[in-house]
């Protein structure tokens, strides 16, 4: 049955016209679905007769706990078990602004970038608008704070997921929900560029942002295959696009490798590449996955790399690395899971 959370204010309407009940039911039923109750006996307020009714063609059940993991600098890692077996990660990490939660897109990924665990069992399937909800919400609950900030940067690419994507942003911006607005959210892509020309057309106050990773088509194209269907110029001229019409500035991701993208010389080409955009360049020690023979630049050629852009005009700052000793980066936790469980 489908997961009651997917449902709009405006589906709910629409449901409750279908039932016979009066208008004023559907944003009362919406606030309890985005509460966390996990069985419609728990919406006290609504009469037997609708519950049933409700209970009849959709579910309320909460993803199921698989994992929790918590590290010494309180970042929260989850595995979730939802209904058809398969499994999810999210992350909620602490800031002195809030809390941050990083959450998946999709159960697997088919983007087949070579530094990330997430995608080496390939895409099995999209999550629904409600099971995006579902780890915000549940994962708020369990550890007891109210969550300020979402990344959509978990499992998944969010644009080859993007209308259940999109729906996810009107659930959890919604005032009788979690009332989570635009500007706390930050969305994460590998550079689909017909889906940028997309998302640009919807006019939202979200951060986009490109996972870059290299400065030119030679280096880009060996570790992220998504770079022969959309080169580095045309990925840019997306951005340029978007930031024009938006006027949002776009975040570029950019993992450092140890001796393939940290050089000053990949430094230079990369500010030559943003200069004088509307962008700013978050560095990031790659994290290691057992599968890869990649490894992380040491901490003085990260902090060279940062100042080479800073230095030519291009605003770059280094990522704190949070829950390093729980394997926070995406994948490892469900992959590690999947192969245990096989």
Not at 75 to 91: A, F, H, M, P, Q
Not at 121 to 146: C, S, W
Not at 203 to 218: E, F, G, V, W, Y
Request: glycine share 8%; proline share 4%.
């Amino acid at each position: 049955m489908q997961n009651l959370r997917d449902l709009t204010i405006q589906d709910m309407e629409a449901l409750m016209r279908e039932a016979g009940q009066p208008a004023y039911r559907a944003a009362q039923i919406f606030k309890w679905a985005q509460s966390g109750v996990g069985s419609f006996d728990q919406m006290t307020d609504v009469p037997k007769n609708l519950r049933a009714y409700l209970a009849e063609r959709y579910t309320v059940t909460p993803p199921v706990q698989l994992r929790r993991q918590i590290a010494k600098d309180g970042t929260r890692k989850y595995l979730w078990g939802l209904s058809d077996g398969n499994c999810i990660e999210t992350v909620l990490m602490q800031y002195k602004h809030g809390y941050s939660i990083c959450v998946s897109t999709q159960a697997g990924c088919r983007m087949g970038c070579v530094f990330c665990a997430s995608t080496k069992g390939g895409l099995v399937r999209n999550l629904t608008p409600g099971e995006i909800l579902d780890q915000v919400l549940y994962t708020g609950l369990d550890a007891g704070v109210r969550i300020s900030n979402i990344v959509l940067m978990g499992t998944g690419e969010p644009l080859d997921n993007m209308e259940n994507v999109l729906k996810f942003l009107e659930l959890v911006n919604h005032e009788k929900g979690l009332g989570i607005g635009e500007r706390h959210i930050s969305l994460s892509t590998s550079g689909l560029v017909d889906r940028i020309y997309d998302l640009e057309k919807r006019d939202l106050q979200i951060t986009l942002s490109i996972s870059l990773h290299a400065p030119n088509n030679a280096l880009r194209g060996q570790i992220m295959p998504v770079n022969r269907r959309w080169p580095v110029e045309e990925l840019l001229a997306a951005c340029r696009s978007y930031t024009a019409s938006t006027h949002r500035r776009i975040s570029y991701e950019y993992a450092l490798i140890r001796g393939f993208n940290d050089t000053p010389e990949c430094a230079r080409e990369l500010a030559s590449l943003l200069k004088g955009q509307l962008a700013h360049v978050n560095l990031i020690r790659l994290n290691e996955i057992e599968e890869s023979p990649l490894k992380p630049s040491t901490p003085e050629d990260t902090r060279r790399f940062c100042d080479i852009l800073n230095q030519n005009g291009v605003t770059a700052t280094v990522r704190r690395r949070l829950g390093f000793d729980i394997d926070a980066s995406c994948g490892q936790l469900r992959r590690k899971f999947e192969q245990n469980r096989a």
